[in-house]
């Protein structure tokens, strides 16, 4: 069962059609967001929404129609199908027009809101960890906008498949940033290192939620460049996102990360994380 609300309507799944020439469609002219719904409650809509409306100005996109109907629409679609558990997938895009690089005049947004159920990931990934590859950042310098453009992390995500890894880790000259749809941690010494949020990677809704949680468990934080030796060298890996949730990685590059198990840094983390997602509606 998949619910489609195109441009506040609901639209029948084969129905939900957008013009050929829509920005999205010929130049990855827009914007996305991913929410979980968890036992019919959303985790942190509004942060997502809060991001979107961000992005909207970074890529000077005027948003024709309200938050406050975007929230009602996904709230709509969610009832619709009678989630429980969910993700609600949100895009826009700077509408249709006549190709041409400069923004047409006078386009109204195209907006979909597809909702479907979330297919949770197998158990024992969070009880055992999983693996990584690392691979060269070759993304833009504005990662921080959610763009549809997503070529390079669908292209790092593939080449973790082929190695048999779950996520691909992106390092810039020797920096991690992120990986191909997750925020990256590390834990030496109990201390919890991220990339800065800065405009190399996106500021991922679960990463604030983790440092939110960092602070709560009285563990340090350093928000700071980290290289690939430190990477390799850390106590804990894990990496955060609102699919992937805090999933530990316990190898990268065929390399074990501490013990090879999930580090207790990591799983006092997902543990709090998880009371949250029994919690949280907002
Ligand atoms: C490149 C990238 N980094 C980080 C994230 C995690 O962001 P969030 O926690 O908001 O889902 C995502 C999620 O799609 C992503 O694509």
Redesign the pocket.
Known sequence: MTVVYLNGKRVDYGDAKVSVEDRGFQFGDGLYE?VRVYGGRFFYLDR?LERLKKGAREIYLDLDFGLDELKEVCRKAVLDGGFKDASVYIQVTRGAAPRQHNFPANTTCTWVVLVREAKAQPQEYYENGVSAITVPDERWMR?NIKSVQLIP?CIAKEKAKKAGAYEAIFHRGGVVT??????VFIVKNKRLFTHPANNF??H????GVVLEIAEKLGVEVVEENFTLDKLFDADEVFV???MTEIMPIVKVDGKIIGDGVPGEVTRSIMKEFRELTETVDQ
Do not use: D, Q
Request: net charge neutral; charged share 10%; glycine share 10%.
């Open positions: 991913v997502h990662c992390n992120e990986a191909s749809s997750s925020n990677i996106l991922g809704i679960t990463r955060t996102g609102t």
